[in-house]
């Protein structure tokens, strides 16, 4: 009886493992998909409203998902204060669940939020398409990821069941 107790507390471990691994990498794709079309909707704002930076990205957290929203936020308060909102972007995408890649992408874009208007569209619509990009990439990739996490955390969980028998 003993046995059977482990052998379930086991299995809802793995259970538990494979779903952790499975939210993060849906959670990843939703922010990179967010943060792709936030860059866009930013760059046409600029260009076509000339919208000043702390009501524009006051405007674009509405409706965010909770990581772009905190990310615009932590931005935007900067902004408010009259502080360097390029160092404040690239502190705030440190707290975004990306990969390196991703990372790099998005503070690449933060340093182009100082110049003209040209630097600062180009700059967004160019960051907008690589994380697009790279979040096709993950979508391509998707069920491969979630196949390889459900065959791990089974698998480890089955291991352990039968060393525990």
């Given at each position: 009886?003993?046995?059977?107790?482990?052998?379930?507390?086991?299995?809802?471990?793995?259970?538990?493992?494979?779903?952790?691994?499975?939210?993060?990498?849906?959670?990843?794709?939703d922010t990179l998909t967010e943060l792709a079309s936030l860059l866009g909707h930013m760059a046409e704002e600029?260009?076509?409203?000339?919208?000043?930076?702390?009501?524009?990205?006051?405007?674009?957290?509405?409706?965010?998902?909770?990581?772009?929203?905190?990310?615009?936020?932590?931005?935007?308060?900067?902004?408010?204060?009259?502080?360097?909102?390029?160092?404040?972007?690239?502190?705030?995408?440190?707290?975004?669940?990306?990969?390196?890649?991703?990372?790099?992408?998005?503070?690449?874009?933060?340093?182009?939020?100082?110049?003209?208007?040209?630097?600062?569209?180009?700059?967004?619509?160019?960051?907008?398409?690589?994380?697009?990009?790279?979040?096709?990439?993950?979508?391509?990739?998707?069920?491969?990821?979630?196949?390889?996490?459900?065959?791990?955390?089974?698998?480890?969980?089955?291991?352990?069941?039968?060393?525990?028998?």
């Amino acid at each position: 009886m003993l046995k059977l107790l482990g052998s379930i507390c086991i299995f809802g471990g793995g259970i538990l493992v494979w779903w952790v691994q499975v939210a993060d990498c849906r959670r990843e794709l939703d922010t990179l998909t967010e943060l792709a079309s936030l860059l866009g909707h930013m760059a046409e704002e600029i260009r076509m409203t000339r919208t000043p930076l702390p009501l524009l990205l006051d405007r674009l957290k509405q409706g965010r998902t909770t990581a772009a929203a905190n990310f615009l936020e932590k931005v935007s308060a900067t902004a408010r204060r009259g502080d360097s909102v390029t160092l404040a972007w690239q502190e705030a995408s440190g707290g975004l669940p990306l990969e390196d890649e991703e990372m790099a992408v998005l503070r690449e874009a933060g340093t182009c939020l100082t110049g003209d208007e040209a630097h600062i569209c180009q700059g967004l619509m160019l960051a907008s398409a690589r994380l697009s990009q790279s979040a096709e990439e993950k979508r391509r990739r998707k069920p491969e990821r979630e196949r390889r996490a459900t065959a791990l955390s089974f698998s480890a969980a089955a291991l352990l069941v039968i060393l525990l028998i």
